[in-house]
DNA sequence: TGCATGACGTTCGACATCGAACTAAATAGT
DNA sequence: ACTATTTAGTTCGATGTCGAACGTCATGCA
């Protein structure tokens, strides 16, 4: 209260709860310990292609380059992707999915559809309508930071 | 792509981007290392009152009591609130704020909407509009778990 | 009264994430 | 051509979080 908690204090608080929330029930749901992370990478080189490089990742998910080597140390233990040095850069290193990466992830997509529907059936939301506010949100605050 | 990527799906997605970003933004503006689960704690004692048990803050955030447990361990150590045993409850603990616990809320309060001001400029965001329906998305996610 | 069950908090091991420090390779600038 | 800077990825230590197992105390039930 007094001068603070303004809307948008509590709307970052409300959606620090929804994220928490949510990635709780898609691990709990998952039969083999995937974790958010591992299906969100899955998922990404399925819709936009493999063959990224791990700083690409890293960029496309805001994540510092430390934690997507772990990610990707995670998923090529667990058969789901493969790493191949990049042929134009030494340095560089590039992602390519599995068969069983591919599997993995459409069982994952298939079992989150399925919840996703029941969750837009109990809240009556119009995801599409708070969609653009919400990506606002992120532009904004995406803005002057500077990582890693 | 395909059947997925609802708008629903989508939404998450952007939920998980903003508190991440959030979330950083806030750590890396404070001097000492305060986390943001300590100043959701700190704020909460200063708003609702202290005296509540770990129980209590570990269901108030849906955190675990393990989790509250680290958490309080480390505000005790900083030296922001005391842990006293519950005078009807031999088993439980009763968690109070010290004066520089409160000092050091007021401060970050006062970063945070400065912070936040700024935000709500640059993302001309509605955001007393978006909270009702996120409200109803969390209570919706709350439903049917069962956590600890 | 006594025992079974439940609730409170802690500890432990696993994982995601960060920032900092590091190695190796590419690139720029002289 | 050489050196300085930048970029790619890794490693390390710290932290938040979880689930499982635990000890302690409270309560219900017989």
Redesign the pocket.
């Known amino acids: 209260m007094s001068t603070q908690d303004p809307a948008l204090f509590a709307l970052l608080n409300e959606i620090g709860i929804i994220e928490?929330l949510a990635r709780?029930r898609f691990e709990?749901a998952q039969p083999d310990?995937l974790?958010?992370?591992?299906f969100t990478v899955l998922n990404h080189l399925v819709r936009l292609g493999d063959g990224k490089?791990?700083?690409?990742l890293?960029r496309a998910f805001?994540?510092?380059?430390?934690?997507?080597?772990?990610?990707?140390?995670?998923l090529e233990a667990r058969g789901f992707i493969r790493?191949e040095p990049?042929p134009e850069?030494?340095?560089?290193?590039r992602v390519f999915l599995t068969a069983e990466g591919r599997a993995r992830r459409e069982e994952a997509v298939a079992f989150t559809a399925t919840n996703l529907a029941v969750l837009a059936q109990r809240a009556d939301i119009r995801a599409d309508t708070l969609l653009p506010p919400l990506r606002a949100l992120r532009t904004a605050l995406d803005r002057d930071p500077q990582?890693?």
């Open positions: 928490q709780n709990r310990g974790r958010l992370p591992h490089t791990p700083g690409q890293a805001q994540l510092t380059k430390a934690t997507m080597t772990n990610t990707l140390q995670r790493l990049d850069d030494a340095r560089a290193k990582r890693d």
